[in-house]
T-cell receptor
């Protein structure tokens, strides 16, 4: 069974450019999460969706960040315009029925470098 | 808001020995879930073990076990018979029963010496 699939694995781009990170959750999972990992701040939850609907985006750092989930099998995290301080590893995770003790399953992450 | 503290930025253990990673958390809730995740150099986040707060019995998964002390708000991870493949960053995580706000500790980097 395929896990959470993220693309690209690595992204290097110049500041000011638009960046789009993609995620395919595990089939059947009804929750999807976007995290950012940096040395300074550790793992931070940016936003999460339930049944494709954004539930909590309070972790999104600023208006340059946006996330969508047009269907149950796909989500994007977009940064426009990108800045060097956005450099981090971005993880997508999914889970099923949060009211139980189901863990979040993580993708392999996207390492983003903004020059 | 809940916070998770891992007070050991780095730990090392000799192969085949036992090591304990510490985790404490702060919460006013009575029902919640605790997790340990492992992040090897490959960057994957792998679930190691989970514990429901309402269960008194400590969770065990093969060589991995926890010491859950609810009153002390402590959730340590014990790795027995350490193997070279155990070398990784280990993150302790807390999740409320009511929402999906999962809080992670800063992580402990574990080195396993041959």
């Amino acid at each position: 069974d395929a896990g959470v699939i993220q693309s690209p694995r690595h992204e290097v781009t110049e500041m000011g450019q638009e960046v789009t990170l993609r995620c395919k959750p595990i089939s059947g999972h009804d929750y999807l999460f976007w995290y950012r990992q940096t040395m300074m701040r550790g793992l931070e939850l940016l936003i999460y969706f339930n049944n494709n609907v954004p539930i909590d985006d309070s972790g999104m750092p600023e208006d340059r960040f946006s996330a969508k989930m047009p269907n149950a099998s796909f989500s994007t995290l977009k940064i426009q315009p990108s800045e060097p301080r956005d450099s981090a590893v971005y993880f997508c995770a999914s889970s099923f029925q949060v009211i139980f003790n189901q863990p979040q399953h993580f993708g392999d992450g996207t390492r983003l470098s903004i020059l | 808001a809940q916070t998770v503290t891992q007070s050991q930025p780095e730990m090392s253990v000799q192969e085949a020995e036992t090591v304990t990673l510490s985790c404490t958390y702060d919460t006013s809730e009575s029902d919640y879930y605790l997790f340990w995740y492992k992040q090897p150099p490959s960057r994957q986040m792998i679930l190691v073990i989970r514990q429901e707060a309402y269960k008194q019995q400590n969770a065990t998964e093969n060589r991995f076990s926890v010491n859950f002390q609810k009153a002390a708000k402590s959730f340590s991870l014990k790795i027995s018979d350490s193997q070279l493949g155990d070398a990784a960053m280990y993150f302790c995580a807390y999740r409320s029963e009511d929402n999906n706000d999962m809080r992670f500790g800063a992580g402990t980097r574990l080195t396993v010496k041959p």
